[in-house]
Each structure stands twice: as C-alpha cells, then as structure tokens.
C-alpha cells in the first residue's frame, strides 16, 4: 500500500484520509472511551524524526503495528484512502485549513494533540465527498 502514495523522505505534516465502516469505540480511558460513528475522517499529523514523512505515514499505513499514537486505533481499524504529505509543514496549520472546510468538525477532543497547544483535536470527521487538498 506504501507505494501506491508519493511519500517523500522530507520531515513535514501529513493528513490521512480514513473510512470506518462501522463503529469504533476508542479504547482510550482518557479521551473517554468514545465510540466514532462510521463515515470518513481525517488525521493530521508532524513527521519531523528520521525518515520523515515516508517513515512515519509508511508506518501508518502498515497493519499490525504496535500501538503507539492515537491514529494507530484507527489506521487498524479503518482504511486509509488517501494521503496529504506537506514538505516542512505544520500539522496544526493543516487541522486550521481543513477545519474550516464545510462538513468538518472535531468528534473527539484532545485525539492526536495531547502535546499541542493550539489544538482542541488534530482528528476532523468529514463528509463522504472529502477530498484531500493542500
């Protein structure tokens, strides 16, 4: 699947596009356990350690990892559609811009941005219609 998505070694942000196609409740005690309705969302995210994007969205997109970060619950469960790699970008910009797109909203707060401090959740669901864009 890695190779299906231009994934360049650059560190930078990245978006990920996923599909559930039924319910997931969240096994995060501190999130609070929320259960995501089926339909599309969109993970923003930083990949600025060695690899960069390549790496970390690589390891996104490989099923049976270990989990480390929020998105893995989802990306094992859910499938990936499409992929945004930003070259030196941020990952709270990219949640700024998305956001602000029609049909985006944040279900779950704190998902994905427990270290940020300008974002409320770097998770966004989205409408069936979403299309990735920088």
């Known amino acids: 699947m890695k190779d299906s998505f231009n994934l360049p070694k650059r560190p930078g942000a990245y978006a990920l596009l996923l599909e559930l196609s039924q319910p997931f409740t969240l096994p995060i005690a501190r999130l609070g356990r929320p259960t995501l309705a089926p339909g599309h969302y969109v993970y923003c995210g930083s990949a600025y350690g060695p690899g960069g994007l390549a790496a970390r969205v690589g390891r ?58 300008q974002c409320s959740s770097h998770l966004l669901s989205v409408s069936t219609k979403f299309v990735l864009t920088a």
Do not use: N, Y
């Not at 929020?70 to 499409?82: A, C, N, Q, R």
């Not at 030196?88 to 940020?116: I, T």
């Open 60 to 117: 996104h997109l490989r099923r049976g990892k270990a989990i480390r970060w929020h998105v893995d619950h989802l990306t094992e469960t859910g499938k990936v559609l499409d992929v945004l790699c930003v070259p030196d970008g941020s990952e709270c910009e990219l949640v700024r811009r998305l956001a602000r797109m029609a049909d985006a909203g944040a279900p779950v707060a704190g998902f994905g941005s427990s270290d940020c401090q």
